[in-house]
């Protein structure tokens, strides 16, 4: 909300406006740490969550080379898997890969609702999305050879107004599948290609829970920085919420 507007029952008006919509909680992710919104939330009673740790790649900065070595580094250890890639909507034949990689977000240490995946949800929600925005999506995949699961995706967008900037997507490794570097494979691919395909593109933002030290690892060393302050997420029971 514009800082001019602020204190003046518009942000309550709106909590108590979506609470009686018929939910039972509300979160509220991208929340700056002790910024404006994090006050109203926690005098609110929301309760505060994981905190996200921001960091801030310069892709002008990177040595020429630094992702094909890291991506080649990874591929010795992630033999049996291969990578295929996509721009935009995720293509029909890809859809139910896409359900089985997205549910490793639910052991990941953030506060994603739990939920089952499908190739239908990932057709409304996926697809809808990429289709709402305007954006250009690029995703990178790792699918296993003996299965044909596929068992790490990773995603990154750029909005055409502001191509000098990207913006990087949950990185997902299914449980099955962890310890063969697949989370730095597909990482380093697809920064790789973005950085071959978006000329413009200068910066790339990307987000951790302050708690997930393996992706946070693999992030240092692909170089981004940390960018401070973080986000806060913030969950609230309806119930708490006064009606008047």
């Known amino acids: 909300m514009h800082p001019a507007h602020r204190r003046r029952g518009?942000?309550?008006?709106?909590?108590?406006?979506?609470?009686?919509?018929?939910?039972?909680?509300?979160a509220a992710r991208e929340l700056l740490q002790g910024g404006a919104g994090a006050a109203f939330a926690a005098a609110a009673g929301a309760k505060a969550g994981v905190a996200e740790a921001r960091r801030v790649l310069d892709v002008t900065r990177v040595p020429p080379g630094r992702f094909a070595e890291l991506r080649d580094g990874a591929v010795r250890a992630a033999a049996r898997y291969s990578l295929v890639t996509w721009t935009g909507e995720v293509p029909e034949e890809h859809l139910g890969g896409v359900a089985f990689a997205r549910e490793a977000l639910y052991d990941a240490p953030w506060d994603f609702e739990a939920g089952r995946w499908d190739a239908e949800r990932v057709r409304e929600e996926v697809n809808g999305r990429v289709a709402r925005s305007g954006n250009q999506y690029y995703s990178v995949a790792a699918v296993h050879g003996a299965t044909g699961q596929m068992a790490a995706l990773t995603g990154l967008s750029v909005a055409p107004e502001i191509?000098?900037?990207?913006?990087?997507?949950?990185?997902?490794?299914?449980?099955?599948?962890?310890?063969?570097?697949?989370?730095?494979?597909?990482?380093?691919?697809?920064?790789?290609?973005?950085?071959?395909a978006e000329p413009g593109l200068r910066m790339i933002q990307t987000g951790n829970a302050d708690s997930n030290t393996h992706m946070i690892a693999i992030?240092?060393?692909?170089?981004?920085?940390?960018?401070?302050p973080g986000w806060q997420f913030y969950t609230i029971d309806v119930s708490a919420i006064p009606a008047r």
């Open 10 to 26: 518009a942000d309550t008006m709106l909590l108590r406006y979506a609470a009686a919509r018929g939910r039972f909680r509300l």
């Open 163 to 196: 191509p000098e900037w990207g913006r990087q997507d949950p990185t997902m490794v299914a449980r099955p599948h962890r310890g063969h570097r697949l989370g730095m494979l597909v990482k380093a691919a697809m920064l790789e290609w973005v950085t071959t």
């Open 219 to 228: 992030n240092e060393q692909l170089g981004y920085e940390l960018l401070q």
